[in-house]
């Protein structure tokens, strides 16, 4: 019994939300929106070195992203001898595949790429919740239904953290930020071992 | 009237750019190449890659080396903006990726296989290959242009066309291979230089 209510208990803490695990302090001063500054130039091609680091293999190519219009943006691989392994069009409710390499054609890894990618390119959020720690403004927002922490750090993007069930379960990471320009950027699963590590190569 | 002149005069030399061959001229080349196969047993050559989608503003453009030697060794090493070397030898690929080593391929690279077997083979000559590909010969101002439509099924999902482009010696020039998209990778050789030299030790990674 008392086991039971040991677990219970721990079930419970495990069942907490992230923000409160992290202690962070509810802010409701801000608006009901807010940006995501990166991707959201139609005039620029975003280009990055990509390094794939999945289990135990290894792969390299360019990630290619374009803002075509305000609700549609491109997402392209190709490796670095050009040829295209897969091309993807996110629209505001909408995600399609262009073109994909046969050996890549799995639906769980489309699946994961589609909503690391929708970090990444989605620009206008709302805001769930508004919370401060340290030098951190953390907005919180839900992006496929899933809860997201936004974390600006004197009103620059360093970080977004996906969790779920008070666990981080994908880190992404934002560095040598430069004219709303991330220059380096990781997604980091902490479920499977996957990272993927991109660096700018149009400066 | 006078934009008229121009947009005409624009028009008959773009035509005039590109005639088809005729079939003494497209046997004439065949041999030409086949000729200049058989002399080279080297190649050293800077080369610029052009990577065109058609949703971006402006072509992706990477530059580097290309060596090959007879028979089969090639080695493209990619210098700007990044350091990348991809090196065929014994039907296997080793990548060196800004130092970092690998072995391992994913099947894309077949595709690579194939362009690099396609280079080899414009090199050797015995690219002509009517059973794998529908070929048709162009004339332009100086050059040639050889356009490859493969047969197979299976590439043409990926390839819908190789476009070469010869100089009057039978060397090649360019090699543009089009995506079924219209997307398309084209890779540009300059300061080529034919039989100098090379020692295996270039082509290790």
Redo the contacts between chains.
Sequence with gaps: MRYLLISFCVLLVSCGSYSKKQNFQLDNSASKKFENPYFSDETKDYVYKATIDVYDNSFGGLLIIKKITDKEHRIAFTTEMGNKMFDFTFTEDEFKVNFILDELDKKMLINILKKDFKVLITENLSVSNLYSENNNRIFETLIYNKNHYYYFNRNQLTQVIKAKNGKEKVAFLFTDINNNIANKISIKHNNIKLEIKLKSIIR | MRNLVYLFLFLTISIQSQTKMSSSEAHALKSLVKEQALTTKTIFSDFT?Y?H?D????D?I?KGKLAFKTPNLVK?E?TE??K?T?LFKNETLY?N?EG?K?E?D????K??KQLNSLIINSIKGDMFDDDAFHIMYYKTDKNSLVHFIPKDKKSSK?IDAFHITFNAKGDVLEVK?I?P?R?F?KIVFTNKELNKPLSDAVFTN
Excluded at chain 2, 55 to 58: D, E, G, S, V, W
């Design positions: 890659q990577k989608l949703f971006l503003t402006n992706i990477t493209w990619y903006p990044y990348y991809v990548i990726d970092k690998n391992v994913i099947g894309s690279n595709l690579f990926y291979m995506e998209s997307d990778t």
